[in-house]
Every structure is written in structure tokens, then in C-alpha cells.
């Protein structure tokens, strides 16, 4: 199988290489993979294990854009977004969103002088502002219609919904944005619907790049076994993200493309705290001046982010001064629900890949994408940098860097991505009906009870028809510490999926960790499951454990503030 590639059965030559399997990656890979283009993804760790694994998980225009006047890229979020809710519907859900305001007036001023691009602090979002943006936030979503136009809360209907909200608050407007509810395998599916598209492409994961002994070769290390190989490319995409500049000095070009952001995100077990939300995020403006966010997410709350300038993308984590400041901000919102660290059952951390911008306030530069443009050295092969971009336009960057490839290589666009259902979204069932029809289906065609049918659907989009088919074929065994997930579909998951560390699995192809089930004895179990799949050694097993143990405990912050 493609996605089983092992580095020894490389070619010496692929007309384009694709370093990094973020999600800009995996969408570029897929594109090119439509046009009929052999290409070779790699990437040092898993699909979609750095930044695209540690992002907000929103699929969003981009509403604060609007005050530093960038409204081409809100207007190609707008329409981004609701075409990934189109196409991605088994992981791209609607989330209504509400947008607190503390005075009617405030903040005029101080966003004329930011649309005008002066430097000015912007503290109090006001309802005339909000109103005005949200105006221009429904024209744009109007373009590929999806969700419905804004409305605005007046003080007592305010008050009726949310009696916990900060008392100073005295209205809201309520619009809609888009939640990505497994980015992580949204990103995998990409991946394997290029590989399905195209034999004649590649994904080989924790593989490293580069420069070879001789211009123009490049070197790929596994990064698991350490056997080498030698290759060429035509063209390479280096889609490195806030790691682009190290990639290029791996194959020997000085570059400063980029600048760094950190985010880091809590998710919190508080139930009173998830029932205030009201099924909805709050998207809010905190004391500082900056703009965070508090949604429910897998039964708990999601709330980010931070946003500090970093210069090494490796050495990013969640730092306790990060966690207090992000559970300060909750306080700010809801000072009557008390939020502790005993309740933080997750955090994570990524580095945003933003363009290099010396001496400009880390919250102002521009979450815009571009394409740099460099050569191999020693050679006029190109060398293209994607810089910037996020989740929610990663298609149309994907098809701008596709575009540019495809220039370079003097052949002709096959296929476009606009209207291309992902993975588990093709077919999905439309409305409510068609839903309980296609799981009462499922579960009768493959002896499963609805709730197992309706989990697996929500897991896996249509993809839950393979899934199903393969646990039906022996006795259901849930999992004695992940009831939720049975011994079948665990192995499934190792079998037909490109997974080499236990770390793929529980972080990645499955939301385990992410809906606070991860604990040391899950890990022990699932390890002896992809053992006996993937045949790994004893030895092989025990160090898969220690390596998911060690990055739970990376992500599971101290009960005590560090001195």
C-alpha cells in the first residue's frame, strides 16, 4: 500500500518534494496529487504533529482582521470557511459565537488609527464597532452562503442567557463561525485521498531532509531506523512552517523568512463553567487588550490563546505564567465561576508560521500567506517557502502553492478543490433525518447498536462504513480503560492507517487524548494492540510506551505554580 511506504522503497527521483506535513503540506500534496503529479511528502514527526495539531481548532473569517484593514484575507476566510463546512462536514460543525461588548461607543477612535495603520492600543471593543464589523462580516459570508447573518443581544436578553457573564458586560452580537472537531485527521485525509488519487505519490512520516554530498541531491534520514537514502526533485516545497528557515539551512540555503508566535490552550474539565457557555464560544476581549476565546470541546472547555513571540519553534511549551494568565481571562469573563489548575486536564502549545517582521508588535503582523522563492544551491532548482496561513485557508493557499508548482513544471491544472468533498465527508447524510437513517443502517447492516454507529460516524464521517465492516467481523471488545473504543477498531486504525509510533495513535488518528482519557494504563493497553498489529518487539513496545508517557506528561501542567 502507498501509505505503508517505507523509506527503502523510495524512488531516486519525484518531480516534487513536499517538506512538512502540516496541514499546508497535506493540502498542497493532495492538490498536486489531483493533477496527475508524483509527489514525496515528508515530514520529520507524524502528519499534522506540530502547529496544525495546536491550534485553536476554529474554522473562522478572521472577524478581528477587519481592524488592521485586511480584508482580503477575512473575505477569503469567509469563503473558506464555509466551504470546509461543506466539505469537510463530518469535522467541520457550525458554532454559534458570541462576541461580549462593555460600552456602546468605545473603541472607535483607536481602530481608525489601526485601520489607518498607526500603532494604537485597542482595549474596548464597543457595540458600534462590533455591529459595523459584523455587518461586513455577513457580506462576506454571503459569498459561499453557509451560516446565517449576525444578531444582536441587548442587555436583559444578555442577562437571561449568561446571569454569570461579567457584570460590566452590557450586550453582545451573536454570529457564526466554524469548530474543526479532529484537525488532526481532517489533515490525514487529505494525505490519503492524494495518495488514493495519485499511486504514483508517497507519504513517508518521521523522515528528515537534507542537503546531499553532491548540488541538487538531497538526503531523506528515517528518523526511527536511521537508513538513508539519496533523491532529486524538481521542485521543493518547503513546508516547514515556523520551522521553514531551519528547513533551508538542512538543504543549505540561508534564509529569514520567518517569525514565530507562540499559542498555548487549556482544556478544562468545569461543568459549570461548560453549562454557562451554552453550547456556544465566547469570543472576548480581555484587560490587556488582546482577543481570547472559550468554547466547549469533547464535553469539557477549550480556552486560548496566547500570543508571545518565540525564536525557536522547539523549544515552545505551555509555561505556568501562560496558565495563569489564560485561567485570569476566564475570571475576567465569568469572576463567579472559580476555574483551578486541579481542573486543567490538557494543554498544548504551537508556534504560529508567521513572516518575519523585526521590530513590529507580534499581535499586528499579518496572519496572511505568501510563497518565497529560492534555489537548491548550486543548482536553479526552486526552492518554495510557504509562509503564514492557517487552518481555515489552507485550500486556497494549498492552491495558490499548487499553481506555482505546476508553473515551474510547465504542466496544466487537471482538477480544482473548491467543491471537493475530504475523506469521511463525501456523502455525509445532509440534515438530522439523514443522519439517523445512515447510523440505523450502519448498525443494522453491521450488527453494531446505534450509539456504537452513531460514535463511529462522528469519529470517521462516511469512513465509519470501512471501520464498521472491519469490527464486525469478530465480537465487539470495548477496551477495558477506553470503553468508548473497542480492540477491532484500534487495530483498523494500526492496520490501514500510516501509524509508526504509539504517539500517532493516541494523539492523532484518535481524539483520546484530546477528550481528557489518556492515562497510563490506556497507554499500556492500546501499546500491546498496535504491537501485535504492527509487530513491534518487546523492546520496541516498552520504548512506544515511555515516548507516549513522557509527551502526556509534557501536556498535563503542575497543580503548583512554579517558584
Not at 502507498?2 to 493532495?30: K, M, S
Not at 489531483?34 to 514527526?45: E, K, N, P, V, Y
Amino acid at each position: 500500500m502507498p501509505e505503508r511506504q517505507t523509506i527503502d522503497e523510495l524512488r531516486p527521483h519525484y518531480p516534487v518534494l513536499i517538506i512538512g506535513a502540516g496541514i499546508n503540506g497535506c493540502g498542497t500534496f493532495r492538490d498536486l496529487a489531483l493533477q496527475g503529479i508524483d509527489c514525496l511528502l515528508i515530514d520529520r514527526g507524524d502528519v499534522c504533529e506540530g502547529a496544525s495539531a495546536a491550534s485553536s481548532r476554529l474554522i473562522h473569517g478572521g472577524i478581528k482582521y477587519l481592524e488592521t484593514g485586511e480584508f482580503r484575507l477575512v473575505r477569503e476566510s469567509a469563503m473558506e470557511r464555509n466551504r470546509l463546512l461543506r466539505n469537510a462536514p463530518h469535522y467541520v460543525k457550525p458554532l454559534e459565537t458570541v462576541l461580549p461588548v462593555q460600552s456602546w461607543l468605545g473603541g472607535i477612535i483607536p481602530s481608525a488609527l489601526r485601520f489607518a495603520g498607526f500603532k494604537a492600543s485597542l482595549k474596548d471593543r464597543g457595540a458600534a464597532i462590533t455591529e459595523a464589523g459584523l455587518r461586513l462580516y455577513d457580506a462576506y459570508n454571503r459569498k459561499v452562503r453557509a451560516l446565517p447573518d449576525h444578531r444582536f443581544f441587548g442587555k436583559t436578553r444578555l442577562r437571561a442567557e449568561y446571569p454569570d457573564l461579567d457584570t460590566r458586560i452590557i450586550a453582545a452580537g451573536l454570529y457564526y463561525e466554524g469548530q474543526i472537531t479532529h484537525a488532526e485527521r481532517l489533515g490525514l485525509e487529505l494525505v490519503m485521498d492524494g495518495l488514493a488519487a495519485n499511486r504514483g505519490s508517497t507519504l513517508l512520516t518521521y523522515g528528515c531532509a537534507s542537503a546531499g554530498d553532491t548540488p541538487g541531491q538531497i538526503t531523506i534520514t528515517d528518523q526511527i531506523t536511521g537508513t538513508r537514502r539519496s533523491i532529486t526533485a524538481d521542485v521543493i516545497v518547503n513546508a516547514g512552517g515556523a520551522w521553514i528557515d531551519s528547513v533551508n539551512a538542512g538543504l543549505g540555503i540561508a534564509s529569514l523568512h520567518m517569525g514565530g508566535s507562540k499559542g498555548s490552550h487549556l482544556i478544562v474539565d468545569n461543568p459549570r463553567l461548560l453549562a454557562a457557555l451554552r453550547g456556544r464560544m465566547i469570543y472576548f476581549g480581555t484587560a490587556d487588550g488582546r482577543v481570547n476565546l472559550i468554547y466547549p470541546f469533547f464535553g469539557h472547555v477549550l480556552v486560548g490563546s496566547t500570543d508571545i513571540p518565540v525564536k525557536d519553534p522547539d523549544t515552545a511549551t505551555c509555561d505556568d505564567a501562560e496558565t495563569d494568565y489564560l485561567l485570569a481571562t476566564v475570571t475576567e469573563l465569568f469572576p463567579a465561576i472559580p476555574v483551578t489548575r486541579e481542573q486543567i486536564l490538557l494543554s498544548y502549545c504551537g508556534v504560529r508560521p508567521l513572516p518575519r517582521s523585526d521590530g513590529v508588535d507580534i499581535g499586528a503582523v499579518s496572519r496572511d500567506h505568501a510563497i518565497a522563492h529560492d534555489e537548491l544551491p548550486g543548482t536553479k532548482r526552486p526552492v518554495l517557502s510557504l509562509i503564514g496561513g492557517k487552518w481555515t485557508t489552507f485550500r486556497a493557499f494549498s492552491a495558490q502553492a499548487a499553481d506555482s508548482v505546476l508553473a515551474l513544471l510547465g504542466k496544466p491544472r487537471l482538477a480544482t478543490t473548491e467543491d471537493l468533498a475530504i475523506g469521511g465527508g463525501r456523502d455525509f447524510p445532509a440534515d438530522v433525518g439523514a443522519r439517523r437513517g445512515w447510523v440505523m443502517s450502519l448498525a443494522a447492516v453491521h450488527g453494531l447498536s446505534p450509539a456504537r454507529a452513531e460514535a463511529l460516524l462522528a469519529r470517521y464521517g462516511t469512513t465509519a462504513e470501512r471501520v464498521a465492516r472491519a469490527v464486525a467481523q469478530t465480537p465487539e471488545q470495548p477496551l477495558a480503560t477506553l470503553p468508548g473504543y473497542s480492540q477491532a477498531e484500534i487495530a483498523w486504525l494500526c492496520r490501514e492507517e500510516p501509524i509508526r509510533r504509539l504517539t500517532d495513535l493516541l494523539f492523532r488518528r484518535t481524539a483520546i487524548a484530546m477528550e481528557g482519557l489518556l492515562t497510563g494504563s490506556a497507554i499500556q493497553e492500546t501499546a500491546q494492540i498496535a504491537a501485535a498489529t504492527l509487530g513491534w518487539s518487546a523492546e520496541r513496545t516498552a520504548a512506544e510506551i515511555a515516548l507516549a508517557s513522557t509527551e502526556l506528561a509534557k501536556r498535563r501542567p503542575r497543580l503548583e505554580r512554579a517558584a
